[in-house]
């Protein structure tokens, strides 16, 4: 247990100490979460409508059955 738990300190220390040096990666890492953020919130806004909310208990039962057997003959 002591190897594997000093081999999981020196990875983390490595990521430490690289994201300590960075100039740029900074940046581009603060980028790439924004992008990931935004790209996330269009597509759920947009495409992914939850199609369950507003339906009753019986509603929601009936919509996932209609689905299943469709799918299921398809």
């Given amino acids: 247990m002591g190897r594997l738990q000093s081999w999981f300190k020196s990875v983390a220390r490595l990521y430490v100490d690289g994201f ?6 900074r940046t581009l890492w603060l980028l ?4 990931f953020f935004l790209l996330f919130v269009v597509l759920r806004v947009f495409f ?3 199609v369950l909310s507003g339906k009753t ?3 929601k039962i009936e919509h996932v059955a209609q689905q299943l ?3 299921e003959k398809q």
């Fill in 20 to 25: 300590k040096s960075m100039t740029w990666g």
């Fill in 69 to 71: 057997q469709t799918t």
């Fill in 57 to 59: 208990e019986q509603e």
């Fill in 48 to 50: 992914f409508k939850p």
């Fill in 32 to 35: 790439i979460i924004l992008k």
